[in-house]
């Protein structure tokens, strides 16, 4: 069974404060992605990387993929309330996808 | 813009009533999910479908069921509800791309079994 950990959990901090997220396997996937869902709706996709190594920004959101494509990290410059909200990572392997469970990320004003 | 439609956001049912979710989609994707989502479990795979008729087990396929006769819907079926399917289910799709499988979400359907 493919399975993808997503460290912390929770994180709570203040404003303006950097953070990063984890997201690991020990297995290899085609592709991971970055998803973000607020409360009562879907997962939104916020980026997908593919190849090892690889970094992606998305404003002060900076996604990496790790060389061997088993992980992934997400770091938040400045963290603003906006930012609050549920991080997913997944991984595509053959048809599947397969998600973390999460890191839930509060951002205090 | 992609567009993952499932056909109510909250449902109440009874214990052994069957329950119907539907999911449209209308990017003429190949893939299609159906996940539960629970407090500390995360996003669970119950059934996924990559074409018209075929169907996949997930993670946790036990006490559903599930039908794709056109491809832009999937329905997942609960047979007969219990209180422990209590829930948020999500529908999602994805187009065949090997090396960039991306999913689109629905909204969500809460789920409350009493």
């Known amino acids: 069974t493919q399975l993808l950990e997503q460290s912390p959990q929770f994180l709570s901090i203040q404003e303006g404060e950097n953070l990063t997220v984890y997201c690991n396997s020990s297995s290899v996937f085609s592709s991971l992605q970055w998803y973000r869902q607020e409360p009562g709706e879907g997962p939104v996709l916020l980026v997908t990387?593919?190849?090892?190594?690889e970094v992606k920004k998305l404003k002060r959101l900076t996604f990496q993929f790790g060389d061997a494509r088993k992980d992934s990290s997400l770091h938040i410059t400045a963290a603003q309330p906006g930012d609050t909200g549920l991080y997913l990572c997944?991984?595509?392997?053959?048809?599947?996808?397969?998600f973390g469970k999460g890191t839930r990320l509060h951002i205090l004003p | 813009d992609v567009k993952v439609t499932q056909s109510s956001r909250y449902l109440v049912k009874r214990t052994g009533e069957k329950v119907f979710l539907e999911c449209v989609q209308d990017?003429?994707?190949?893939?299609m999910f159906w996940y539960r989502q629970d407090p500390g479990l995360g996003l669970r795979l119950i059934y996924f479908?990559?074409?018209?008729?075929?169907?996949e087990k997930g993670d946790i396929p036990e006490g559903y069921s599930v039908s794709r006769e056109k491809k832009e819907r999937f329905s997942l079926i609960l047979e007969s509800a219990s209180t422990n399917q209590t829930s948020m289910y999500l529908c999602?799709?994805?187009?065949?791309?090997?090396?960039?499988?991306?999913?689109?979400f629905g909204q969500g359907t809460r789920l409350t079994v009493v």
């Open positions: 997944a991984g595509a392997s053959h048809d599947k996808i397969i």
């Open positions: 479908s990559y074409d018209v008729k075929m169907k």
């Open positions: 990017m003429d994707h190949e893939n």
């Open positions: 990387v593919v190849t090892g190594g």
């Open positions: 999602a799709s994805s187009a065949v791309w090997i090396m960039n499988t991306e999913a689109f």
